[in-house]
């Protein structure tokens, strides 16, 4: 099968990329390499699929240039390109479309929401569009745990109502699973949302928690612990994650998908306090943390956990990394990338 992933120099995306590759697959992987986080992070992620760092670089000055290397092909191209998009559609023919893509970050979509609805409204809908003209077989999309908003039913399930989200971000991530609902209903095009919760490991994003804890830690400056430390979260290892997405995409390989529209939680299936997080980052870095304890931060809440019982159900799959190994994953491949 020929596989578009979106966000492909992204955290989720490279590793999905990644994991296709070596099961044998041809991938074209897109990306705007936008300066959210570090481009030299996402140039280094597109070097580990293959295309060097002086490659690369040239997707920083010319939009739409393309790099083929054997079995991955990659363009930078923005979601919102109206233009762009459907006559890549039309050339490579995709089978299976993962849109990873999108503007990440609770907090920052509180001070920036205009980039949230360009990126992940326009941007969706370019993509639904581009599925439909061209008979895609199975659009497979990343979707949120933040759609939970201020749901208070504990573990949250695919069943429960999502009409409370508090940030632009969950926001835009439930109009994205409406939207394809929408699609699947009209044009009859299998969509599957993915919930991740909380996802961690090796080449993730800087602004997530245990990369901004083990950066702090290790340069011995305070680390911000929100709600002061009365956090919880269902934090999934990034292995679990790609896992997940893998068997839901080979799952029709030999049958056709017989529900249009699906929608799943993947997580641990277990919750972690905030502290204890930390304590075995402290633990793998034999280095204490100095915490500054701050209040709940708009847009955060208090606890997430994952109910997995569909995922399990449908794909014999449940999440199960510890964070002990997670963390200690994470900071091995830290302490290698950045030589500390």
């Known amino acids: 099968m020929k596989i578009l992933v979106t966000g492909a120099a992204g955290f989720i995306g490279f590793h999905l990329c990644q994991r296709l590759l070596q099961e044998g697959f041809s991938v074209i992987g897109i990306d705007n390499i936008n300066d959210y986080y570090s481009v030299e992070l996402k140039y280094a992620r597109l070097k580990q699929l293959g295309i060097d760092s002086s490659e690369a670089h040239l997707f920083h000055k010319k939009a739409n240039s393309l790099i083929y290397k054997n079995a991955f092909s990659f363009y930078r191209i923005n979601l919102e390109d109206r233009d762009q998009l459907p006559i890549l559609f039309e050339k490579e023919k995709f089978e299976i479309v993962c849109n990873l893509a999108a503007q990440a970050g609770v907090r920052y979509s509180i001070e920036n929401p205009e980039t949230y609805i360009d990126s992940n409204i326009v941007g969706f809908l370019n993509i639904l569009e581009c599925c439909r003209h061209h008979h895609i077989k199975h659009l497979l999309y990343a979707s949120s745990s933040s759609v939970y908003g201020l749901n208070k039913e504990i573990p949250f399930s695919t069943d429960d109502p ?140 208090e606890k997430t956990w994952a109910n997995v019982d569909q995922l399990i159900a449908d794909y014999n799959f449940q999440p199960n990394t510890s964070v002990q190994l997670g963390i200690k994953n994470f900071i091995h491949w830290y302490k290698e990338y950045y030589k500390v």
Not at 234 to 260: A, M, N, V
Not at 277 to 294: C, D, G, P, R, V
């Open 162 to 301: 999502v009409d409370h989200p508090i940030s632009i971000y969950a926001a835009s991530k439930k109009a994205n699973e409406l939207m394809a609902h929408t699609y699947s209903h009209l044009y009859k095009l299998p969509t599957t949302g993915l919930r991740f919760f909380t996802v961690y490991g090796p080449w993730g994003r800087p602004d997530m928690a245990v990369f901004l804890f083990t950066k702090a830690i290790t340069n011995n400056e305070e680390i911000s612990v929100f709600n002061n430390g009365n956090m919880m979260r269902d934090f999934t290892y990034i292995d679990d994650i790609i896992e997940g997405i893998y068997r839901i995409i080979t799952s029709e390989k030999d049958q056709p998908r017989k529900i249009l529209y699906k929608v799943y939680n993947i997580g641990n299936n277990s919750t972690v306090m905030l502290t204890e997080f930390i304590t075995e980052i402290e633990k793998n870095l034999n280095t204490k943390a100095i915490k500054k304890l701050l209040p709940m931060q708009p847009g955060d809440v």
